[in-house]
């Protein structure tokens, strides 16, 4: 059974930080491409950012480019989100995902002074 299990969520005040995890089972986790996608309140997923199955490559949206850095590590199964300079607008609900559209419970950002 896959499992994509998101932590690393919470409340910070604008221009802060966040590291957001994804522990991956269920699947050669190596194997796949994966990504990061949200949901604000109110609206519909919007993707974030994509890595390849090597992590050698990876690409943004425009609204998070420079601001957020996805990785992977392989050998733990494990795929990050960090985040920095958040502003209230990155305010969502974030799941990672394998590319054929499985994903997580979600973990809660918000942004707020």
């Known amino acids: 059974e896959v499992q994509l299990v998101e932590s690393g969520g919470g409340s910070v005040q604008p221009g802060g930080s966040l590291r957001l995890s994804c522990a991956a089972s269920?699947?050669?986790?190596?194997?796949?491409?994966m990504k990061w996608v949200r949901q604000a309140p109110g609206k519909g997923l919007e993707w974030v950012s994509t890595?390849?199955?090597?992590?050698?490559?990876?690409s943004y949206a425009t609204s998070v480019l420079g601001r957020f850095t996805i990785s992977r590590d392989n050998a733990n199964n494990t795929l990050y989100l960090q985040m920095n300079s958040l502003k209230p607008e990155d305010t969502a609900v974030y799941y990672c995902?394998?590319?054929?559209?499985?994903r997580g419970q979600g973990t809660q950002v918000t942004v707020s002074s």
């Open positions: 995902a394998k590319t054929d559209g499985t």
């Open positions: 269920g699947f050669t986790f190596s194997s796949y491409p």
């Open positions: 890595i390849n199955s090597s992590g050698n490559s990876r």
